[in-house]
């Protein structure tokens, strides 16, 4: 049973999705698809096994001191750490008030002056100093605007004015990251105020950190460690290759004759400098060995490849082939 | 350092050479590399027939169509698609086109989403008139949607054939798909067929070539832009017609870039330089590595022929 059953599956899992192409009625189309869809859901767990595996074979190295065990140590916790800032964590401490507003109907900075007769004052006070403050609209403070200093709290004159039925028009603050940094670092505030002539209100915002893909921990780590890192491991490629070309790419016999003879044209002609030299004809003549007797080549080994693939579907369909199983 | 024995005889160039550091090789890679960044030449490229040829197919697409794009490159390959990746999506743009964008490359979506920020959220020609294409700020779920990474490889390519709303069953806010105004009337790529284009940026395993194999059935409009080194696996597909239009390499991508002449700065016109110089190097490094061997083949040839006399 420990094997019949997995080979049943297998027969009955390479059948269906080979039908799937060749008997497109509504009933096998659906069950094929169906059964992809149990790829994709198994890819996706793999991944979690993957980390599993990870943490598995790395810890006791790194518990036990066996040799490379500090690199070990430094991918574990690099996986941690890219982990940990990969989740949207924020959502989970996020307060549900995201900051308080005090309203006060008389303002120190207007108390007999003129302008309380229409006017009152909004505090914007808390949070970063480069933060973007705008109050109905308009900026009334953008640390990325040439010239302009950072600085909390910022405070406002603000027109009241009312409408044609005699209220207040409420203002709008709102309190967001600076253009200076995409994507933002913290999530937006928006608050609607009605304030009285001589009136004085004070936000202070709480402006959530934003972490997961779109956050600025996660952005930092993948562009100034991942990505550098993983373009210089390519880019060392450069260096191998001129090394392998001065020692190995020798002309050895015709075969290696004719194999340096095409390398050299495709090179010269694939580089600008080469077309702008030989007056393009040597452009035209890399474009050929490309575009046929390389076409040719390449078909030749992907249909031969196609077929042996096909070859080995139909044993390990039919059971003959069975390594997929962990045994012999 | 170490000293010439007295008695020893003098050692020819040919032997210096052979036996020269390798790491002089890596300063001469390392120097055509560098220099022409600082120094450009600034040769022109001269677009080849597939690059035409891809942007003749994007160029015809009516405007204002929805195209569905696959981005599947990590950092490493940045330089070889990264201009294509700008270019189209400025060329998309300008035709004021709506974008979905899917990636199967667990490593593409902060530059996926980097593009979009750069040029589909940005304003590219600020003292242009406020109506310019170029100036439209492209809003997300109307205009553009990223649906993110989905593992899976050729199983998600598959489904996206059957069904987009399968593979993709949610945005990545966890909207679902199928009520987004940019997804009406998208059941799988196959509605990307009357109404545009599918557009690949692929370096590699799962991709292009996955996506040709899997979804060619549907005889959908595909264009193309890989690694240099992918071009020999894709070049049949592009001979066959079953692709549209092949960009192979930084190569092809500077040639992209020139056709469609994106605002800012040109990256691939700029790696061109460093490709022109760089290949130059490895092209010497072949005719000197060769000249040594004759020479040596040669001498040994000799101690042979005095040896038998």
Redesign the interface.
């Known amino acids: 049973m420990k094997k019949t059953l997995p080979l049943l599956l297998t027969f009955f899992v390479g059948v269906v999705g080979a039908m799937g192409y060749f008997v497109p009625a509504g009933g096998m189309t659906k069950l094929s698809s169906t059964l992809n869809d149990f790829g994709i859901i198994i890819a996706a767990v793999a991944f979690v096994l993957g980390g599993i595996n990870i943490v598995q074979v790395n810890i006791p190295i790194v518990v036990r001191r066996r040799p490379d065990w500090g690199y070990k140590l430094v991918m574990l916790l690099s996986a941690v750490a890219v982990l940990l800032v990969g989740f949207r964590l924020h959502e989970f401490w996020s307060p549900a008030e995201k900051g308080t507003v005090s309203v006060s109907p008389v303002s120190d900075m207007l108390v007999g002056t003129p302008e309380a007769a229409d006017t009152a004052i909004i505090v914007v006070d808390g949070g970063p100093r480069d933060l973007l403050v705008k109050i109905d609209g308009k900026t009334v403070l953008d640390p990325a605007r040439p010239g302009e200093p950072a600085r909390m709290p910022i405070r406002a004159r603000v027109r009241v004015e009312k409408d044609a039925a005699g209220n207040v028009i409420p203002h709008v603050v709102n309190v967001s990251d600076t253009a200076r940094t995409t994507p933002p670092r913290y999530d937006e505030y928006e608050v609607s105020i009605s304030l009285v002539a001589g009136g004085e209100a004070t936000v202070k915002p709480h402006l959530t950190y934003l972490l997961g893909p779109e956050g600025q921990p996660y952005l930092w780590l993948f562009n100034y460690i991942f990505a550098p890192c993983n373009a210089t491991m390519f880019a060392l490629l450069a260096f191998f290759i001129t090394s392998a070309a001065f020692r190995a790419f020798r002309l050895r016999n015709v075969e290696s004759g004719l194999l340096l003879g095409a390398a050299m044209l495709v090179m010269m002609g694939t580089i600008p400098l080469g077309a702008e030299l030989s007056q393009t004809w040597l452009y035209r003549l890399q474009e050929w060995i490309l575009s046929v007797p390389t076409v040719a080549g390449r078909r030749a080994i992907m249909m031969g490849a196609a077929l042996g693939a096909v070859a080995i579907g139909l044993r390990v369909i039919l059971g003959l082939e069975r390594s997929h199983l962990g045994g012999d | 350092m170490s000293a010439t024995p007295a008695n020893a005889a003098p050692r020819g160039i040919m032997e210096r050479l052979r036996t020269m550091d ?1 790491r002089w ?2 300063l ?3 120097l055509a ?1 560098v220099l022409p960044i600082f120094f450009p030449i600034g ?4 677009p ?2 597939a690059t035409v040829d891809t942007y003749d197919a994007v160029a015809s697409i009516k405007d204002g169509s929805r195209v569905f794009m696959s981005i599947d490159f ?6 070889e698609l990264e201009p294509f990746a700008k270019s189209v999506l400025v060329q998309l743009k300008r035709k004021r086109c709506k974008i979905v964008i899917v990636s199967l490359w667990e ?1 593409a ?2 530059l996926i ?1 980097g593009y979009v ?1 750069s040029i589909l959220q940005a304003p590219l020609n600020p003292g242009g008139p406020p109506d310019d294409p170029l100036n439209k700020i492209y809003e997300r779920k109307t205009d553009f949607i990223f649906l993110g990474f ?4 050729q ?2 390519i ?2 996206l054939g ?2 987009l709303p ?2 993709y069953p949610t945005t ?1 806010e966890g909207e679902p798909v199928g009520t987004i105004p940019i997804m009406e009337g998208i059941r799988s790529v196959q509605d990307f067929k009357d109404s545009g284009i599918l557009i690949l940026i692929s370096a590699g395993f799962p991709g292009a070539k996955e996506y040709v194999e899997l979804l060619s ?1 549907y005889e959908l409009p595909i264009v193309v832009s890989t690694t ?1 080194v992918s ?3 894709l ?2 597909f592009y ?1 066959s017609g079953q692709l549209k239009g092949l960009v192979a ?1 930084m ?1 092809g991508a500077a040639e992209y870039e020139q056709l469609v002449n994106p605002p800012g700065e040109q990256l691939g016109k700029k790696g ?1 330089d460093v ?2 110089i ?6 010497l ?2 005719v ?3 000249l040594i ?2 020479a040596e083949r040669r001498q040994q040839k000799r101690a042979q022929s005095g040896g038998a006399s």
Do not use: H
């Open positions: 390798r090789l890596f001469c890679m390392g590399i040769l022109p490229a001269l080849g027939d990590d950092p490493a390959s940045r330089p490593y979506p902060p989403n920020r989905k593992s899976g490889k199983a998600v598959n489904t059957q069904s399968t593979a990545q059935r240099a071009r020999t696996d070049q049949p001979s390499g190569q061109l490709l022109n760089g290949t130059l190097v490895i092209i490094a072949i000197l590595g060769n061997y004759l």
